[in-house]
Each structure stands twice: as structure tokens, then as C-alpha cells.
Nanobody
């Protein structure tokens, strides 16, 4: 399984970005998916997660109301819509996948995931 994340960039505070993560090797409907981020000198933290069928989601408190995770299994792609970006959202964003879980499970711990993408940089200027 390979994950490719893209869509990052440099934006001003208040702007929006949409990240995408495409899976290859297996159909994405087999995976629970998550987005994580890691700022310099900090740990990799959960941002959002979504169940295999997209019916359940999780968003970290720091992004609730601003970010939305979604998926299109027909396109083998998971998205992270990021609105009202803040400088503290600056980080490398990683997508992650975990096969073999039941359809409705949402995983919010990085140790639950065993496939990771290469990361995409998001920089928000003030």
C-alpha cells in the first residue's frame, strides 16, 4: 500500500486549503484513514480520522469547526478541508491508513496506523 499526500502550500491566515491523500495498491475502502500533523520540535498529533465507509469521523479539538475530513472511495482518496487557517496550523501533514478494522471504527491514535504517506507542508503566515 502506498499513500500520496498533496495539496499543501503557503497561505495567509484565514485562508483555506484542501489536502488529499490517494491510496494505491489496495482499494481505500479497506482502510480506516487519518490525518496527522507534526510541527518542528513537536510530536505527530492527530488532526482528523474517518471510518472505512466515511460514516464516522473524529476531529481534534484544535481544528473542530474549521477542518473537515471526508473520503471518496471510488477515487481512493481522503480529503482534509482546512478553513480559517491559523499560524499555529503550520506543520507537515501526514495521512495514514490502517487495514483490517471493522467498517465503522475511527482510529485517533498514531500507533493504530501502519501505513503512512510522505507528508505535505502547510505553512500559514500571519
Amino acid at each position: 500500500v502506498q499513500l500520496q499526500a498533496y495539496g499543501g502550500g503557503l497561505v495567509q491566515a484565514g485562508a483555506s486549503l484542501r489536502l488529499a491523500c490517494r491510496t494505491s495498491g489496495r482499494t481505500s475502502s479497506m482502510f480506516a484513514m487519518g490525518w496527522f500533523r507534526q510541527a518542528p520540535g513537536k510530536e505527530r498529533d492527530i488532526v482528523a480520522a474517518i471510518s472505512r465507509n466515511g460514516g464516522r469521523t473524529y476531529h481534534a479539538d484544535s481544528v473542530k469547526g474549521r477542518f473537515t475530513i471526508s473520503r471518496d472511495n471510488a477515487k481512493n482518496t481522503v480529503y482534509l478541508q482546512m478553513n480559517s487557517l491559523k499560524p499555529e496550523d503550520t506543520a507537515i501533514y501526514y495521512c495514514a491508513a490502517r487495514p483490517g478494522v471493522v467498517t465503522h471504527v475511527v482510529l485517533d491514535d498514531r500507533d493504530d496506523y501502519n501505513f503512512w504517506g510522505q507528508g505535505t507542508q502547510v505553512t500559514v503566515s500571519s
